[in-house]
Structure formats: structure tokens, C-alpha cells
């Protein structure tokens, strides 16, 4: 009979941030397939934990997917750690979970903390409905797609970034999110945990040497009073019809008339008058 592959998740910072399950799973299990052994070394003997380990990272993958596997085949349980969080969130996981999916392998989830809600919860934006991103694309041009993207989100928005590269991403979001409320948490749950609030313009002055692990929430566009006036896209709409019908506006310079008005992407405009469009409104 085939063993039980266990999803567990570990601490965000504070070794302490761990439920009591999640460590008689680790004590229980053959073996624990971590993102890093040494990180994973440091929560084993703060709770005095035995188990072995096995690294099992993005870089070997392939190598460790077959012995992994075997294992769960013989009966073994194993459980699956990354270096904080839960596994598959932005971690390594994802490729040993489907494999266990596919081949009929229990997978028990062993939940705990998660620096996306962590950071959700304490910025004070509405939680549901939530998109949690992975981290921010690195290239330039990806990168520029990827933040048009997020704002055309309308509820709010989690991501992560690294302490290098954090405040030009705020500095180029800022062109694309406008006054839209943004939280930046960094160390979630350590000694040095720091939430900063304000706006991506705001927020890029004061991280000029951030350091740590950073959790990005981008609030919904509902938080503004600005954002208030499209409650209701019929105002956008009827502006639309009243600069192409009336004022014999081209269709093109009328959606980028509304997107500076507005304060919007241009693709958001023209997203409200499809849908308004085929509405028959």
C-alpha cells in the first residue's frame, strides 16, 4: 500500500508560527523532503525533531521526482517543506503533488502560516476576493506586462519581490497603479517585521536598502475616492458615446481621452465599453 505524501507548512519567520500537528507529522514521517536542509535543520532541532531529510529544490527536481516517488510506492510517508510557508506557493512542491495526484498517492495538507494572508489580513483590505501573484518577473519587459496586469485587478493583490529589486518595481508600478493604497511587509512574524503603507510612489522612497523577505498587497481600486466614481461604468460608457456620437471623437482617441481622465489603463476602458457594448446599454 502506498505511503502518504504530507504538505506541511512551516514557519514565515518566528520558529514559534508552526502548529502542533505540522510537528508531530514532521516527528512521524520517514523522511522530509525540504527546499533547504540546512533552513529546514533550524526548525528540526528548535523542536528537538529527528527525522531526516532530503533536499528538494527547483534545481533537482528532476533527479529527486523518481526517488521520491519510490518511496511513497513502498509505504513511506513523506513530508514536504520549503524553506517557509507552504509548499507550491511560490515553492517547490507543485511537480511532486501532480505526480502523487496522477498516480492515486494519498496528499494530506498540513496548513499553517502563509505570508500572502499574513500580510493581507494586517494590511486591512477587504480579503475576499483575493489574487495571490508569485514574485515579480525580473526581465524588464516581462516585468512591465506583469504590472499593467495587476492593475487591471479591481480587488486586491498579493505578490512578492526581492529586497534588490522592490523599490524599482514600486517605482515602475507607480505609472500604472496611480494612488491605488499599497501595503509592503517585510520579515512577517520575525523580530523586525515592518508593514509600510502609502502609495507605490510613496512607498519606492522608503525602501532604498530594504532587506529581508517582502510581501507585496496591492489594495482594491474601490479604496479611493476616485475610484468610487466607477462604481457604476455607465459613466464611462455614456462619455464614450457622448465623445464618439457628439463630439465625432475617434474611437481610439476617445478611449485614451477617458483612460487620463479616469485615471485607468487604457485597455480598462476599452474592457467597460466592449461590456457595455454587448450588454446593448
Excluded at 54 to 79: D, E, V, W, Y
Excluded at 146 to 158: E, F, P, Q
Excluded at 267 to 279: G, L, Q, T, V
Aim: charged share 20%; glycine share 8%.
Amino acid at each position: 500500500m502506498p505511503g502518504t505524501l504530507f504538505v506541511v507548512a512551516t514557519p514565515i519567520g518566528n520558529l514559534e508560527d508552526v502548529t502542533l500537528r505540522a510537528l508531530r507529522v514532521l516527528r512521524e514521517v520517514d523522511l522530509i523532503a525540504a527546499e533547504d536542509t540546512r533552513r529546514t535543520a533550524k526548525l528540526l532541532s528548535h523542536h528537538g525533531i529527528p527525522t531526516p531529510t532530503m533536499s528538494f529544490h527547483a534545481h533537482n527536481t528532476r533527479g529527486r521526482l523518481p526517488q521520491l516517488l519510490s518511496r511513497l510506492r513502498a509505504g513511506q510517508s513523506i513530508a514536504l517543506v520549503s524553506d517557509a510557508g507552504t509548499p507550491g506557493v511560490s515553492d517547490p512542491g507543485e511537480e511532486l503533488i501532480h505526480a502523487c495526484v496522477e498516480e492515486n498517492i494519498t496528499v494530506d495538507p498540513i496548513p499553517g502560516a502563509s505570508a500572502p494572508l499574513a500580510a493581507v489580513v494586517a494590511s486591512g483590505f477587504p480579503v475576499l476576493p483575493l489574487t495571490v501573484l508569485g514574485f515579480v518577473p525580473s526581465k524588464s519587459g516581462a516585468r512591465r506586462a506583469w504590472l499593467a496586469m495587476v492593475a487591471g485587478i479591481r480587488h486586491t493583490v498579493s505578490f512578492f519581490e526581492s529586497p534588490l529589486r522592490v523599490k524599482r518595481t514600486l517605482e515602475e508600478a507607480s505609472s500604472v497603479l496611480g494612488d491605488r493604497p499599497i501595503v509592503v511587509a517585510r520579515e512577517l512574524t520575525k523580530v523586525h517585521q515592518q508593514l509600510l503603507r502609502g502609495t507605490s510612489a510613496e512607498l519606492a522612497g522608503a525602501l532604498s536598502n530594504a532587506r529581508g523577505e517582502i510581501t507585496v498587497v496591492v489594495g482594491p481600486w474601490m479604496e479611493s475616492e476616485r475610484r468610487q466614481v466607477l462604481a457604476d461604468e455607465g459613466v464611462v460608457a455614456a462619455e464614450f458615446r457622448s465623445l464618439t456620437s457628439i463630439e465625432r471623437v475617434s474611437r481610439r482617441s476617445a478611449i485614451l481621452q477617458l483612460a487620463d481622465r479616469f485615471q485607468l489603463p487604457s485597455r480598462e476602458i476599452y474592457a467597460i465599453i466592449e461590456r457595455h457594448k454587448e450588454s446593448g446599454e
